[in-house]
C-alpha cells in the first residue's frame, strides 16, 4: 500500500497540528513521490505559508510512528477544520531556511535525474515515516537527509540568508 502525507505546521510544544494542506486540494498525489517535484503547485502553495514567515514544518506521513506519550501521529491528528488552502503564488524564493539549526537549501542546487525532474527539498527533509509504503523515496540518501529538518522551523526565503551554512540537498531517484 502507498503512504499518504499532508503538510503541516506545528505548534512550538511540536506536537499539535495547528494548519495542514491536503495535496488533492491542488489536483495532486497523496504519496510523498507524487508531489514532492519543483513547481509543484502543492508544494509551492506551503512554501507561500512560510515564504519570510518561519513555522515548525512536518511533512506527516500516514504511516509514521505515534508521537511519544499519544496513540496517534500527527497525520491522524489532521482534522478538516485546521485545513488551508494557500493560493499558489507567482514565485516563492530559492531558499529554504532552517533557522532551528541554522542552515539553509539553495533549491537551485537541486539536482536534475535523467528525465529532467528536479526533486524538492522541503517535503523529503521535513517528512516523518518515509520508506514504509509505496510512494515514498526509495533513493540513495548517504547523508540521511531525509527527515532530517522535520519540526525544525522554517522558512522560504529570496535572500540567501547570512550566517548560515549551506547544507547541500543532492538526492535523485
Not at 45 to 52: G, K, N, T, V
Not at 57 to 62: E, K, M, S
Not at 110 to 138: A, M, R, V, Y
Request: charged share 25%.
Amino acid at each position: 500500500m502507498g503512504q499518504y502525507y499532508h503538510g503541516c505546521i506545528l505548534a512550538d510544544n511540536k506536537k499539535t497540528v495547528k494548519a495542514f494542506m491536503y495535496s488533492h486540494s491542488y489536483n495532486n498525489g497523496l504519496k510523498l513521490m507524487e508531489h514532492s517535484w519543483m513547481k509543484n503547485d502543492f508544494v509551492r502553495a506551503f512554501e507561500h505559508l512560510i515564504l519570510s514567515n518561519p513555522k515548525r514544518v512536518l511533512w506527516a506521513g500516514d504511516y509514521a510512528e505515534p508521537e511519544k506519550g499519544l496513540k496517534s501521529n500527527s497525520y491522524t491528528r489532521c482534522k478538516e477544520e485546521l485545513e488551508v488552502k494557500p493560493t499558489v503564488p507567482k514565485t516563492t524564493g530559492n531558499y529554504i531556511v532552517n533557522h532551528s539549526k541554522n542552515l539553509y537549501v539553495s533549491k537551485r542546487q537541486s539536482i536534475k535525474d535523467k528525465d529532467g525532474w528536479q526533486i524538492h527539498p522541503l517535503p523529503l527533509l521535513t517528512c516523518e515515516g518515509n520508506g514504509q509504503g509505496g510512494g515514498d523515496f526509495f533513493g540513495e540518501d548517504p547523508k540521511n537527509l531525509i527527515g532530517s529538518w522535520a519540526r525544525d522551523i522554517i522558512s522560504i526565503e529570496k535572500v540567501k540568508p547570512k550566517g548560515y551554512k549551506e547544507l547541500v540537498f543532492d538526492l535523485v531517484e
